[in-house]
């Protein structure tokens, strides 16, 4: 897809950015997990350009991409707002939306806020549910964290959940990199998406009423979005598909590309006359 160079405005004013690649085939958007940004879907747009338009934005706050100062002002329901603001900018009429963990939440609110620009929809390392109460109070330790600390206080903390064992201890080049694309993330961002996680809703009632095709990926050493739990929910989605990724933990784009980029692939080319 062409992205316009300087962006677009969000509804509320802010100058959100995206990474894109491809510029034929179907129209793929992808939402990133938390404390991330677009850099997280680098081999999917390097790889899948014959294959898909693809659109990679920066979720407001993160990345290149400007963000309120207000945690309040950041909610699922804005980031999907965000997403199809993205949509109306490049003349798309759908999509199919590729959510990671966070991006995974933003993505479900997506096809229920906004089914009818919705083609297919890819769920990674990701789960409908809201916090419990404990997930709440640790959000709000770490938001105090940042506010006083700056995001260096958290990023062993996120590091050690985010990638998979074989990751952490054979390709340190990765670790090095989700290391400095988690360090780079301005706290206001990383604040709001912590706020807009705690306060969002279960989406795991209105799973049926997601009536396209649905491909969901799980890394099979995810402590986080474990495949176990993934099986708890899938049957809910009236068409869905179920992978897991040997080898890989939370980061699945990034730790295991290869395996990624064919399952998505194949899904997407599946889809036939869908879009
Ligand atoms: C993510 O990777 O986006 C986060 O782990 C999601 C979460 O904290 O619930």
Known sequence: MLVPTPGIASGDGFRLRARASGETGVPLLFLHGFPFDSSQWKPQLEAL??????????ARGLGESEGPR????YSMAVYADDACAWLDALDREKAVVAGLSMGGYVALEFALRHPDRLAALILMDTHPFDDTPETIRSRRTSQQAVATGGVAVIVDDLLERVLGYRTRH????????????ISRAPPHGVIGALEAMARRRDTSPYLGEIDVPVLVVAGEEDLLTPPAQARTWVPALPVAVFETIPGAGHLVTLEAPQRVNTVIQAFVEGLGQVI
């Open 170 to 181: 054979l390709k340190p080049e990765i670790a090095a990199d989700v290391r400095a694309m």
């Open 70 to 73: 207000n945690p309040l002002h």
């Open 49 to 58: 350009a014959s294959v898909a338009a693809m659109l990679a934005p920066d």
